[in-house]
């Protein structure tokens, strides 16, 4: 059972999950020496799992059903086993605080069938196709009735919080806008005119930027929280990922993909999380991805003030990325 809770006075939440107490704990390695025939992501495991809620296979969009679980498939969308949330979610009542109960959508995106494969391996099909997956899946969830914001992230290594190895992303749909996006909005209210674009314009060709293709710049962030912090953000001003078309999909998936290739080739098996940030019905919000490496880990002046001392300038990261093998 899972419960949304309000903060004591502040527009801030928390979830309350049990359940997810009970779920696995991630090998310790991510390589081919840890392959496992148990592994119930790979290919020929479909049972092992919840059924599907979506297989694109061949360019189909399939399901699952109890009587066949589809096979061959090219990326597998399945309801998280240990989910944050629940769409069936019972209700909850506390005499002295404010809560909901915990009704929303946890999804885990599959994104290839091979234990061994790695994003920042993708072929250009194999990455267009998981940035169209990323796209069907937020436009489905966001379109259920009471959910507010889709949050869709990958954990990339057990530091980052991945409870598997075998490559994935998460999505949870939830029915309340996340305070750290209020925030956000707020401010961005508040100038004349969009701050992102502003940045695309001051950091394009500049010392902080790592890569740039036709339709999407990669930066290491003049304000880094993390060592080897990454920002992508388009060039031009989109609010969602339903704005974007097959090629800025592609185009986005390109930069991803360069960007965790990057932090690989710099850090290899280096934990990661990254991060879609975007608001469907709000057009002056400026849809970006934010990628963090874990290379330590928040103490007690970042969890008392929020303010995350960086060892690594984000001018000097950038020459790291890029140094040559």
Same mark, same amino acid.
């Given at each position: 059972?899972?419960?949304?809770?309000?903060?004591?006075?502040?527009d801030e939440y928390c979830?309350?999950?049990?359940?997810?107490?009970?779920?696995?704990? #991630?090998? @310790?390695?991510?390589?081919?020496? %840890?392959?496992?025939?148990?592994?119930?992501?790979?290919?020929?495991?479909?049972?092992?799992?919840?059924?599907?809620? #979506?297989?694109?296979?061949?360019?189909?969009?399939? =399901?699952? !059903?109890?009587?066949?679980?589809?096979?061959?498939?090219?990326?597998?969308?399945?309801?998280?086993?240990?989910?944050?949330?629940?769409?069936?979610?019972?209700a909850v009542e506390h #005499?002295?605080?404010?809560? @909901? $109960?915990?009704?929303?959508?946890?999804?885990?995106?599959?994104?290839? &069938?091979?234990?061994?494969?790695?994003?920042?391996?993708?072929?250009?099909?194999?990455?267009?196709?998981?940035? =169209?997956?990323?796209?069907?899946?937020?436009?489905? /969830?966001?379109?259920?009735?009471?959910?507010?914001?889709?949050? *869709?992230?990958? $954990?990339?290594?057990?530091?980052?919080?991945? %409870?598997?190895?075998? !490559?994935? !992303?998460? *999505?949870?749909?939830?029915?309340?806008?996340?305070?750290?996006?209020?925030?956000?909005?707020?401010?961005?209210?508040?100038?004349?005119?969009?701050?992102?674009?502003?940045?695309?314009?001051?950091?394009?060709?500049?010392?902080?930027?790592?890569?740039?293709?036709?339709?999407?710049?990669?930066?290491?962030?003049?304000?880094?929280?993390?060592? /080897?912090?990454?920002?992508?953000?388009? @060039?031009?001003?989109?609010?969602?990922?339903?704005?974007?078309?097959?090629?800025?999909?592609? %185009?986005?998936?390109?930069?991803?993909?360069?960007?965790? %290739? *990057?932090?690989?080739?710099?850090?290899?098996?280096l934990a990661y999380n990254?991060?879609?940030?975007?608001?469907?019905?709000?057009?002056?919000?400026?849809? $970006?991805?934010?990628?963090? &490496?874990? !290379?330590?880990?928040?103490?007690?002046?970042?969890?008392?003030?929020?303010?995350?001392?960086?060892?690594? &300038?984000?001018?000097?990261?950038?020459?790291? *990325?890029?140094?040559? &093998?």
């Open positions: 059972m899972s419960e949304i809770r309000k903060h004591y006075f502040l979830i309350i999950a049990s359940g997810r107490a009970k779920r696995p704990s #991630a090998p @310790k390695a991510c390589g081919e020496e %840890s392959k496992s025939a148990s592994c119930v992501f790979c290919k020929d495991h479909e049972v092992e799992t919840p059924l599907a809620n #979506a297989v694109y296979r061949n360019g189909e969009i399939l =399901k699952d !059903t109890d009587e066949q679980r589809i096979r061959g498939w090219d990326v597998r969308c399945i309801p998280n086993l240990y989910p944050a949330l629940s769409p069936d979610a019972p #005499a002295a605080f404010e809560v @909901k $109960n915990g009704y929303g959508f946890h999804e885990v995106i599959i994104e290839n &069938p091979l234990h061994e494969s790695r994003i920042h391996l993708f072929s250009d099909e194999e990455i267009l196709l998981l940035m =169209k997956v990323y796209r069907d899946r937020v436009m489905h /969830y966001q379109s259920q009735e009471g959910i507010k914001y889709v949050s *869709l992230f990958k $954990n990339w290594g057990k530091k980052a919080g991945a %409870s598997l190895e075998h !490559t994935h !992303t998460q *999505l949870i749909a939830i029915p309340i806008m996340p305070s750290s996006v209020t925030k956000e909005k707020k401010a961005m209210e508040e100038l004349e005119s969009c701050p992102y674009c502003k940045i695309v314009e001051k950091e394009n060709g500049k010392e902080r930027q790592v890569y740039e293709n036709d339709d999407f710049i990669l930066i290491s962030p003049y304000f880094s929280r993390v060592p /080897y912090e990454t920002w992508i953000l388009p @060039k031009q001003h989109v609010n969602h990922i339903s704005a974007l078309s097959d090629e800025m999909l592609l %185009s986005l998936g390109d930069c991803i993909r360069t960007a965790v %290739s *990057l932090l690989d080739r710099t850090i290899p098996e990254y991060m879609f940030f975007q608001v469907e019905h709000d057009l002056s919000y400026h849809f $970006n991805i934010r990628i963090a &490496p874990v !290379t330590s880990i928040a103490a007690g002046f970042e969890k008392n003030t929020d303010i995350y001392i960086n060892s690594m &300038p984000p001018e000097i990261a950038v020459q790291h *990325l890029l140094e040559k &093998p």
